[in-house]
């Protein structure tokens, strides 16, 4: 088993930065995959990026430039440091960890971005 606990969601206004942290703890394999998904009301569950254990990271196109993925191995700590946010960027964001065939998922912290 692996949990995820999120942490660092919030109010902000338009054009503001937040940064998300995940602390994963459990039978963590060193080799793996963590990131984080949104679901905003009325929508699918969509990627806003991943990193792997070796540091290559993959963002949804609407993220790039904005959003930077980073992670601590020795902590198992996974951080999304989100600039320039918008309206659009409302969602519940959600922590994930990845390892073959296994995932796990956190409970999610909200984010809402409005003035």
């Known amino acids: 088993q692996v949990h995820l606990v999120e942490s660092g969601g919030g109010l902000v206004q338009p054009g503001g930065s937040l940064r998300l942290s995940c602390a994963a703890s459990?039978?963590?394999?060193?080799?793996?995959?963590m990131g984080w998904y949104r679901q905003a009301p009325g929508k699918e569950r969509e990627l806003v990026a991943i990193?792997?254990?070796?540091?290559?990271?993959n963002y949804a196109d609407s993220m790039e430039g904005r959003f930077t993925i980073s992670r601590d191995n020795a902590k198992n700590m996974v951080y999304l440091q989100m600039n320039s946010l918008r309206p659009e960027d409302t969602a519940v964001y959600y922590c994930?960890?990845?390892?073959?065939?296994?995932?796990?998922w956190g409970q999610g912290t909200q984010v809402t971005v409005s003035s």
């Open positions: 459990g039978s963590i394999f060193s080799i793996n995959t």
């Open positions: 990193i792997t254990s070796g540091g290559t990271t």
């Open positions: 994930y960890y990845e390892r073959g065939l296994f995932r796990s």
